[in-house]
């Protein structure tokens, strides 16, 4: 489905949107409630790559089909991997497929899990025979993704006697460990991280308890950037959030500062406000711990017509696309003068913003709903909207309820 964007009238937006649960808490939750029964999850995401766990996790195939969901891909690794008497094969969509888990499979490999390459060495699809672990030290790589690190700790308490992990090298995307670490220690089972080393305890059985998804923040995003680009006075109400957030993402509330959006938060809920013009300098950022909204912010930047330094994005070409080379592409096609390398993009001051371009979004839910404020400037299309229910099931309606006008094309 192509549609196109624009907006009619006034850009005054007055508008309260309720936002599902965190896709990331959510498929950490499902791993975890199938490990230990007693959880019960509320607010749980609606997300595919949240369906697609939970069908991974009930299904008895042998072939679990994860689609685009890289956590369920990952999580499922070490889920499967010490599934006693279980043999399954590990599979995804064609970007799946060049998405690399050689990482994750070695560290399991080392603990004395069964795991082979159906096809390309180093990615799925993956075949894992279950079986059980009672080594309890890994080494594991903790540049490439973070993702790798949490399969290992979600689980670790399973383990006869429990995982200490020593991380080599920079560790990328940390908030999403900690996440991860946190939900373990809100279930009560202990876990320490010191330096480059995690331990997380053995934990048999946890007390009876119900777990409450915060809402995504990484959706937050793209209601930032709108507030961002819109009229002064103008405001958001998101729910469900809090201030004390698991999500890394949540550093919006700081960043978007920026651009004259200010936060308050209210009881379970955020009001986002455009209070300012956006400042005119430079926005310089290191993104290492919130990867997924680089997307939102350099379109932010180049609708507001400011200047960014963005860095810490070697993880953005293993993503959903190589994302640092979409930017580039779409930014390019609507006039932008930006350059990015392997782990940074540079995007220069620039008056004009070409209308009418359309914005190709390479299976990647977050290039259409990046670009997608950028109605407010010039109408736009969106080829292949449908992408946003990787993660946002609701997107167009929430853009409709705000006053986006979308025609199908
Ligand atoms: O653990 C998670 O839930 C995630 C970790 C991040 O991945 P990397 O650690 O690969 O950067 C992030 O980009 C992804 O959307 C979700
Ligand atoms: C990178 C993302 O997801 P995943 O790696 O889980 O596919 C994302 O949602 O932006």
Redesign the pocket.
């Given at each position: 489905m192509d549609i196109l964007l624009n907006v009619v009238g006034n850009k005054k937006i007055n508008e309260k949107i309720t936002i599902s649960g965190s896709?990331?808490e959510s498929?950490r939750l499902l791993i975890l409630q199938n490990l230990f029964p007693e959880i019960s999850i509320e607010n749980l995401s609606d997300s595919d790559?949240s369906v697609h766990m939970q069908h991974a996790l009930s299904t008895d195939k042998e072939t679990v089909d994860i689609g685009?969901?890289?956590?369920?891909?990952?999580f499922l690794t070490s889920y499967f991997a010490v599934k006693e008497g279980r043999e399954v094969v590990l599979t995804g969509s064609d970007r799946m497929q060049n998405?690399p888990i050689e990482i994750l499979v070695n560290a399991l490999k080392d603990l004395g899990a069964t795991i082979s390459y159906e096809d390309k060495v180093g990615y799925p699809p993956i075949r894992i025979k279950g079986s059980k672990i009672t080594t309890d030290k890994v080494q594991i790589n903790g540049n490439v993704?973070s993702?790798y690190i949490s399969s290992l700790l979600l689980i670790a308490s399973k383990l006869e006697n429990g995982l200490e992990i020593e991380l080599l090298g920079k560790i990328t995307s940390v908030p999403y460990i900690k996440m991860t670490l946190s939900l373990l220690n809100q279930l009560g089972i202990e876990t320490n991280f010191e330096g480059n080393f995690i331990k997380v305890n053995p934990k048999k059985s946890i007390e009876k308890q119900l777990v409450v998804v915060e809402s995504d923040w990484?959706s937050a995003s793209y209601f930032y950037s709108i507030i961002a680009l819109s009229d002064i006075g103008s405001e958001i109400q998101l729910s469900a959030y809090k201030k004390e957030s698991l999500q890394g993402d949540s550093c919006l509330a700081e960043i978007y500062l920026h651009f004259g959006v200010e936060t308050i938060f209210g009881e379970n809920f955020i009001t986002l406000k455009k209070v300012k013009e956006t400042k005119k300098e430079t926005l310089e950022i290191d993104l290492k711990n919130a990867?997924?909204i680089a997307q939102t912010i350099a379109v932010t930047c180049f609708a507001e017509n400011i200047a960014c330094n963005l860095s810490g994005l070697h993880t953005l070409k293993i993503?959903?696309t190589d994302r640092l080379v979409a930017l580039n592409d779409e930014l390019t096609n609507l006039g932008a003068i930006i350059s990015v390398t392997d782990k940074s993009l540079h995007l220069e001051t620039s008056t004009t913003i070409n209308s009418n371009i359309s914005i190709k979004t390479y299976n990647?839910?977050?290039m259409a709903m990046a670009f997608a404020p950028l109605a407010l400037r010039v109408p736009i299309k969106i080829l292949d909207a449908e992408v946003v229910t990787?993660?946002y099931q609701k997107f167009w309606d929430d853009m409709q309820q705000i006053g986006i006008k979308i025609d199908k094309l």
């Open positions: 896709k990331s498929n790559d685009h969901a890289g956590t369920a891909m990952r998405r993704s993702q990484s990867p997924d993503k959903e990647d839910h977050r990787k993660s």
